[in-house]
DNA sequence: GCCAACGTTGGC
DNA sequence: GCCAACGTTGGC
């Protein structure tokens, strides 16, 4: 008997694109980037504990003229330890952290499209979308779960014009 | 640059 | 384990 494959689940994951825009990521070799910086315990364990290999990514622009939904993407590789909390030189630097005991952890994430942007006004005005994680007030985490009515429905916006 | 919201830290 | 102070996020 084997053990079916489990459902695909869906992503919104928060890049700011002065660091790394979709068009950054679907540069990168293989259109595949490590999502480095990641440093809220509850967004890491969404990471460590969730996500599966080819789980859906809302690529998500963030802290910039234009916030919003920017393209597509997908969870690329297992855990793997995030080096920038290794590094003294980087933001991401973690002093408690060390390499035989990692706090820190990434995926890489395959951009698979860029899409038409897909701003905070315009997912607001969508009644489907209200409960999303992203839109609720004081929402700060930069990895959030979207279920897949909701992914459905933004891929549908993402294909007729802007309202 | 402001500031609301929220997570983390650390004294007790 | 409480909770005030502090730091960070991120839209505006």
């Not at 859906?56 to 995030?82: K, N, T």
């Amino acid at each position: 008997m084997t053990t079916p494959a489990p459902p695909r689940q869906y992503w919104l994951m928060k890049s700011e694109p002065d660091e790394c825009s979709i068009d950054d990521a679907l540069a990168a070799p293989g259109a595949t980037v490590p999502w480095t910086g990641v440093r809220n315990y509850q967004a890491r364990n969404f990471m460590r504990d969730a996500m599966r290999v080819g789980d859906g990514v809302l690529f998500y622009h963030s802290s910039c003229p234009e916030p919003g939904i920017a393209g597509l993407a997908e969870v690329a590789s297992d855990i793997e330890p995030d080096p920038t909390q290794f590094d003294p030189e980087s933001p991401y630097h973690d002093a408690k952290a060390s390499r035989d005991a990692p706090r820190w952890l990434l995926r890489q994430v395959k951009a698979t499209r860029k899409t038409r942007l897909i701003s905070l006004d315009e997912l607001r005005q969508v009644p489907e979308l209200a409960d999303m994680t992203v839109l609720k007030r004081g929402n700060r985490l930069s990895i959030t779960p979207v279920t897949e009515a909701e992914w459905t429905r933004i891929l549908r916006l993402m294909d007729q014009p802007a309202a």
